[in-house]
């Protein structure tokens, strides 16, 4: 027995030395995720935070100045070109130089002192569709406080009904919440499989893998001294993402650090089997890393960090049951902005054993049974 | 590098004659060693899968499983007030195409169908709703579950637009507000280049983008730099061929490969998706072929530095495919980042290509930007593969 961990250790230093050796490949490791997790956390977001507009002002009312000193007072929304007519429109919609046009007609307030409906018109530059949608949302939400303000100026009465919001867990709804925490699993996933892949699938072809296999140690000791340094590797670079998020971009963690690094340890254990079998399938390095790669490109866009796993089809939905990727971030978010117990996020702990059941015997076999 | 023996028995005097025997040879090399290459690439079926599997892969995740938009959202209705203004009040949300409302009896138990994420939101009505709707203060909450961000927020404006327009039209029946003849002003939005509102349109051209960078930039990374690893280079180096024909010969049946991904991606984005195509085909095309050899030399000029195929694959993945994802514009608007991640988008050609992609398709011929971009992108060209011979050719002499 002490002998078998003996030599599990000893493979685990030789595999981490094997990583760890290289200078450049050291750098490779950490740099990255440390400059992606910066610059991902500005640079993803979906919120609307600067809606450049352009005016085209028929009725040259009080009416419309107004409700145009609401749209600036958002700090959102900033005027970027005055129009003297509708053929301006299409130049500064086209050129992207406005996200969108606010059209007053001439009659515009004239029709709001005669108690009539006064139209607005808004055209939006819809290339991109969240913005454009987002935009449209916040001018409808400043034109219904203008009409309301109106009322009152005119002696009406007051709404019958107003709307309570609130938002739970991310009180601003900002998307960086969502995503940072997001990233601490899934930056990881990417090197760590690749990682995984390349383990084997390097011995294979410098042939030093079929010693390896007449060496004393099992098939399942060469598995475990191949999975532990990955895993290592993949929870440092959790950590340093985790950092990031809580430190740099201030997103507070409302669970135990103690929940999520077990989560965290599940999803590694997952995603290195997962890493292994693709390497013990492979020949030859580039193989590995291509075979890594087309799995994971699917698996990243289909976790949720992308767009909400709630918004797929049904039969895709389905399929993302066998995404590690999906329980983790599920469970990352969980804990970390929900502040979960470890007891809650168990239909995300049963999967991850589950892949990680399948994937780490599967390659154990193959390392003996698949000789190429 | 040495004469090459093609050139050997070339004279001062018939220049010209040696000259066309000299650009026969080389395209004799250039054929033979692109045969190689083809053959090479048909043979390794990883190669192909990543070039034309990926592709089929990612057309239909995006056109299906990607989307930004919400349709039936599931919504805890809590009715501590079960009067019939009640129920005319919440029938907003029952007729709404972006809400599937479940009734349930407590807060408690719409508290525990938050937690569980069985529901996206809860709208509690409460206890002395209709006799405050009555004396014009009914009150409505409405509670969302904020760790989907973008979802939320968009659950949340438009069940509070909904809500708060069936209470006026609760009001006017009751006689209460607009018929008092006081104005409104009355939204009327029209977008533009995007008439279906999908999510889809917008993310559709961006896989051009990303597809045409995994062919150029990752695939040609890797495969460069495992000959590189193996040394098989200086095995062609001896060879009378020069460093210009391996380049040329190793680029073109990945070329090749990005044609066909560009045409499949352009065939499904059509025909599968309806995503339109304003603008000019042949404009469309004209681009991506100059994006594609921009993708090709940043995948060669990573293969000739790093000469390392672990590395060149984190590489190429740090440069070229994550920034597609994150910073090109293809799925977060680059308006809405801060000034200098701005600008750091704005360093990667694929952003370039990406905002000269989305209007060729769903805009149209917009000259000034097409004629900007286009520059951007040759420049870009010419750069990296002038970097990618000047480093491969250092290297080899």
């Given at each position: 027995?002490?002998?078998?961990?003996?030599?599990?250790?000893?493979?685990?230093?030789k595999?981490?030395?094997?990583?760890?050796?290289?200078?450049?490949?050291?750098?490779?490791?950490?740099?990255?995720?440390?400059?992606?997790?910066?610059?991902?956390?500005?640079?993803?977001?979906?919120?609307?935070?600067?809606?450049?507009?352009?005016?085209?002002?028929?009725?040259?009312?009080?009416?419309?100045?107004?409700?145009?000193?609401?749209?600036?007072?958002?700090?959102?929304?900033?005027?970027?070109?005055?129009?003297?007519?509708?053929?301006?429109?299409?130049?500064?919609?086209?050129?992207?130089?406005?996200?969108?046009?606010?059209?007053?007609?001439?009659?515009?307030?004239?029709?709001?002192?005669?108690?009539?409906?006064?139209?607005?018109?808004?055209?939006?530059?819809?290339?991109?569709?969240?913005?454009?949608?987002?935009?449209?949302?916040?001018?409808?939400?400043?034109?219904?406080?203008?009409?309301?303000?109106?009322?009152?100026?005119?002696?009406?009465?007051?709404?019958?009904?107003?709307?309570?919001?609130?938002?739970?867990?991310?009180?601003?709804?900002e998307?960086?919440?969502?995503?940072?925490?997001?990233m601490?699993?899934?930056?990881?996933?990417?090197?760590?499989?690749?990682?995984?892949?390349?383990?084997?699938?390097?011995?294979?072809?410098?042939?030093?893998?079929?010693?390896?296999?007449?060496?004393?140690?099992?098939?399942?000791?060469?598995?475990?001294?191949?999975?532990v340094?990955?895993?290592?590797?993949?929870?440092?670079?959790?950590?340093?993402?985790?950092?990031?998020?809580?430190?740099?971009?201030?997103?507070?963690?409302?669970?135990?650090?103690?929940?999520?690094?077990?989560?965290?340890?599940?999803?590694?254990?997952?995603?290195?089997?997962?890493?292994?079998?693709?390497?013990?399938?492979?020949?030859?390095?580039?193989?590995?890393?291509?075979?890594?790669?087309?799995?994971?490109?699917?698996?990243?866009?289909?976790?949720?960090?992308?767009?909400?796993?709630r918004?797929?089809?049904?039969p895709?939905?389905?399929?993302?049951?066998?995404?590690?990727?999906?329980?983790?971030?599920?469970?990352?978010?969980?804990?970390?902005?929900?502040?979960?117990?470890?007891?809650?996020?168990?239909?995300?702990?049963?999967?991850?054993?589950?892949?990680?059941?399948?994937?780490?015997?599967?390659?154990?076999w193959?390392?003996?049974?698949r000789?190429? | 590098?040495?004469?090459?023996?093609?050139?050997?028995?070339?004279?001062?005097?018939?220049?010209?004659?040696?000259?066309?025997?000299t650009?026969?040879?080389?395209?004799?090399?250039?054929?033979?060693?692109?045969?190689?290459?083809?053959?090479q690439?048909?043979?390794?079926?990883?190669?192909?899968?990543?070039?034309?599997?990926?592709?089929?892969?990612?057309?239909?995740?995006?056109?299906?499983?990607?989307?930004?938009?919400?349709?039936?959202?599931?919504?805890?209705?809590?009715?501590?007030?079960?009067?019939?203004?009640?129920?005319?009040?919440?029938s907003a949300?029952?007729?709404?195409?972006?809400?599937?409302?479940?009734?349930?009896r407590?807060?408690?138990?719409?508290?525990?169908?938050?937690?569980?994420?069985?529901?996206?939101?809860?709208?509690?009505?409460?206890?002395?709703?209709?006799?405050?709707?009555?004396?014009?203060?009914?009150?409505?909450?409405?509670?969302?579950?904020?760790?989907?961000?973008?979802?939320?927020?968009?659950?949340?404006?438009?069940?509070?637009s909904?809500?708060?327009?069936?209470?006026?039209?609760?009001?006017?029946?009751?006689?209460?507000?607009?018929?008092?003849?006081?104005?409104?002003?009355?939204?009327?939005?029209?977008?533009?280049?995007?008439?279906?509102?999908?999510?889809?349109?917008?993310?559709?051209?961006?896989?051009?983008?990303?597809?045409?960078?995994?062919?150029?930039?990752f695939?040609?990374?890797?495969?460069?730099?495992?000959?590189?690893?193996?040394?098989t280079?200086e095995?062609?180096?001896?060879?009378?061929?020069?460093?210009?024909?391996?380049?040329?010969?190793?680029?073109?049946?990945?070329?090749g490969?990005?044609?066909?991904?560009?045409?499949?991606?352009?065939?499904?984005?059509?025909?599968?998706?309806?995503?339109?195509?304003?603008?000019?085909?042949?404009?469309?095309?004209?681009?991506?072929?100059?994006?594609?050899?921009?993708?090709?030399?940043?995948?060669?000029?990573?293969?000739?530095?790093?000469?390392?195929?672990?590395?060149?694959?984190?590489?190429?993945?740090l440069?070229?495919?994550?920034?597609?994802?994150?910073?090109?514009?293809?799925?977060?608007?680059?308006?809405?980042?801060?000034?200098?991640?701005?600008?750091?988008?704005?360093?990667?050609?694929?952003?370039?290509?990406?905002?000269?992609?989305?209007?060729?398709?769903?805009?149209?011929?917009?000259?000034?930007?097409?004629?900007?971009?286009?520059?951007?992108?040759?420049?870009?060209?010419?750069?990296?593969?002038g970097?990618?011979r000047?480093?491969?050719?250092?290297?080899l002499?």
């Amino acid at each position: 027995m002490l002998n078998k961990i003996f030599r599990i250790l000893t493979l685990c230093r030789k595999e981490m030395l094997a990583i760890l050796k290289d200078p450049s490949s050291r750098i490779v490791l950490i740099m990255p995720v440390f400059l992606q997790s910066l610059l991902f956390g500005y640079a993803a977001t979906y919120d609307l935070t600067n809606a450049p507009y352009a005016v085209l002002d028929q009725s040259r009312s009080g009416a419309s100045v107004e409700l145009l000193s609401m749209l600036d007072g958002t700090g959102v929304f900033h005027r970027v070109a005055t129009l003297e007519n509708e053929q301006q429109i299409q130049d500064v919609i086209d050129n992207g130089e406005a996200l969108l046009v606010l059209q007053f007609g001439p009659d515009f307030e004239r029709n709001l002192y005669a108690g009539q409906a006064a139209p607005l018109q808004v055209i939006l530059d819809a290339r991109n569709s969240n913005s454009a949608g987002s935009a449209a949302a916040d001018v409808g939400a400043i034109v219904a406080s203008f009409n309301q303000q109106w009322r009152q100026s005119q002696g009406g009465s007051a709404p019958a009904l107003t709307i309570e919001t609130r938002a739970w867990y991310n009180p601003n709804l900002e998307t960086r919440w969502f995503i940072m925490p997001s990233m601490i699993a899934s930056l990881a996933f990417l090197q760590t499989v690749m990682l995984t892949a390349l383990s084997v699938a390097r011995e294979r072809e410098q042939g030093t893998f079929d010693q390896l296999l007449v060496t004393p140690m099992s098939p399942s000791e060469i598995m475990v001294g191949k999975a532990v340094p990955p895993i290592m590797i993949g929870l440092v670079q959790s950590t340093l993402v985790m950092l990031v998020t809580r430190f740099w971009f201030e997103v507070p963690m409302a669970g135990a650090l103690l929940t999520l690094y077990l989560g965290l340890l599940f999803f590694m254990v997952s995603s290195v089997g997962v890493g292994l079998v693709i390497s013990a399938l492979s020949a030859n390095m580039q193989q590995a890393m291509l075979y890594a790669f087309m799995l994971m490109m699917p698996l990243m866009l289909l976790s949720g960090l992308a767009t909400p796993v709630r918004n797929m089809p049904e039969p895709i939905q389905i399929l993302t049951y066998a995404n590690p990727l999906r329980f983790a971030i599920d469970l990352i978010q969980r804990v970390y902005l929900e502040g979960v117990s470890i007891f809650a996020v168990w239909h995300d702990l049963v999967p991850l054993t589950v892949i990680a059941l399948i994937t780490m015997p599967w390659a154990a076999w193959l390392f003996r049974h698949r000789l190429v | 590098m040495p004469e090459a023996a093609a050139n050997a028995p070339m004279t001062e005097t018939d220049h010209g004659v040696a000259q066309r025997r000299t650009v026969g040879a080389f395209l004799r090399r250039l054929y033979a060693l692109t045969r190689k290459e083809v053959r090479q690439l048909l043979r390794d079926k990883s190669n192909l899968s990543i070039g034309l599997l990926l592709p089929v892969i990612l057309m239909l995740i995006f056109g299906y499983g990607l989307s930004l938009d919400v349709r039936n959202a599931p919504v805890a209705v809590v009715m501590e007030d079960a009067s019939p203004a009640a129920m005319d009040a919440i029938s907003a949300l029952q007729l709404s195409p972006y809400f599937s409302p479940v009734l349930v009896r407590s807060m408690h138990e719409a508290n525990d169908k938050m937690l569980s994420r069985e529901v996206d939101a809860v709208v509690r009505v409460p206890s002395d709703f209709s006799s405050a709707l009555a004396a014009g203060q009914g009150r409505l909450q409405v509670i969302v579950h904020g760790a989907e961000a973008s979802r939320a927020s968009i659950i949340l404006n438009y069940a509070t637009s909904a809500l708060l327009q069936q209470g006026v039209r609760l009001q006017d029946r009751s006689g209460g507000a607009s018929g008092d003849g006081i104005g409104q002003v009355q939204v009327d939005s029209r977008l533009w280049f995007n008439a279906a509102n999908t999510s889809t349109w917008y993310l559709v051209p961006g896989l051009i983008v990303l597809i045409m960078t995994l062919t150029g930039a990752f695939l040609t990374a890797l495969v460069m730099a495992r000959e590189w690893e193996r040394g098989t280079f200086e095995a062609l180096f001896v060879s009378p061929v020069k460093p210009v024909e391996i380049l040329l010969a190793k680029i073109i049946p990945y070329f090749g490969v990005g044609i066909i991904g560009l045409t499949m991606c352009l065939t499904t984005a059509r025909f599968l998706f309806g995503v339109p195509m304003e603008g000019s085909l042949l404009l469309l095309l004209f681009a991506s072929v100059l994006y594609l050899f921009v993708a090709l030399g940043i995948g060669l000029l990573i293969s000739s530095v790093t000469r390392n195929q672990f590395m060149a694959s984190q590489i190429s993945l740090l440069v070229s495919l994550l920034p597609v994802f994150m910073l090109s514009g293809f799925m977060f608007d680059l308006r809405n980042v801060p000034f200098v991640i701005n600008v750091i988008g704005h360093l990667f050609p694929a952003t370039h290509f990406m905002a000269l992609i989305k209007t060729l398709m769903l805009a149209g011929n917009i000259w000034p930007q097409i004629i900007l971009e286009c520059s951007i992108l040759t420049a870009y060209a010419v750069l990296f593969i002038g970097l990618a011979r000047l480093v491969t050719r250092k290297r080899l002499d």
